[in-house]
């Protein structure tokens, strides 16, 4: 029988980066086989720094291609509903998920932390989140792992009954933690950057939800430290992807 004591409720994301190939350089060597054929390999071994105006110019010109030829797979814990936004990326990016029809799905909830705005104001397409009060946050973390104590019991009944997982796992909220390897390029970085993250200098604005903006910063940290250059060109023409 679940406890409230054997669930694990979370407010955070995990994002690890697993493996990449990646620098700024890879950008160089693409765009200049366009005017050196094979000998724009030896951009590889060369300081890219000497040619970060080129990467600055395909930045603000728009030319995309050359921020392909690179990858990076991240490992990413967060809650489904943050995966199932994160999916509506597809152009560049690959996914694996866990599965629930082949493992017995773990406790682990999501539960805001005390740094999470909770309460909208506005209408559609015009409105803002403002602080809770110590009694909304109260109340959103004891309501959800009083729903998440019986879903999880309820899953574990159907389990026990001998029922497939994959019609068990039909009893759990989209607040339960799943985990995925995510692949993408730096271009389709960018776009979802834009999209799923709010900053200062973006020029166009994003309103993106909480959670997955969580996991956006997360991943924009780990690529800044493998492609500086085209990190500082990317913010530097407002954070729209090329």
């Known amino acids: 029988m679940t406890t409230p004591e054997s669930l694990t409720l979370r407010g955070d994301v995990t994002v690890e980066l697993v493996k990449s190939s990646a620098s700024d350089a890879d950008v160089l060597f693409a765009a200049r086989v366009s005017t050196l054929g094979e000998q724009s390999l030896d951009e590889l071994k060369k300081d890219p720094e000497r040619s970060k105006g080129l990467i600055n110019y395909l930045m603000r010109d728009r030319h995309g291609s050359p921020f392909e030829h690179n990858s990076m797979t991240f490992f990413i814990s967060a809650p489904i509903f ?56 109260e109340a959103v973390r004891g309501t959800l792992a009083e729903s998440y104590e019986q879903a999880y019991a309820a899953y574990q009944k159907l389990l026990a009954e001998g029922v497939a997982r994959e019609v068990a796992r039909s009893v759990l909220p989209v607040g339960l ?22 900053h200062e200098l973006a020029k166009v604005p994003s309103f993106p939800q909480r959670e997955i903006e969580m996991v956006g910063e997360k991943m924009e940290a780990e690529w800044a430290r493998l492609m500086p250059l085209t990190y500082a060109a990317f913010n530097g023409n407002g954070r729209v992807a090329p």
């Open 82 to 137: 943050v995966f199932r936004e994160f999916m509506r990326h597809r152009v560049g990016w690959s996914y694996n998920e866990e599965s629930g029809r082949y493992r017995e799905l773990e406790p682990v909830f999501y539960v805001p932390d005390a740094s999470r705005k909770l309460v909208q104001e506005g209408r559609p397409g015009k409105y803002v989140f403002v602080e809770g009060s110590p009694a909304q946050h």
């Open 177 to 198: 933690f799943s985990s995925m390897y995510a692949t993408c390029n730096a271009r389709s970085l960018m776009h979802f950057l834009g999209l799923r993250t709010q």
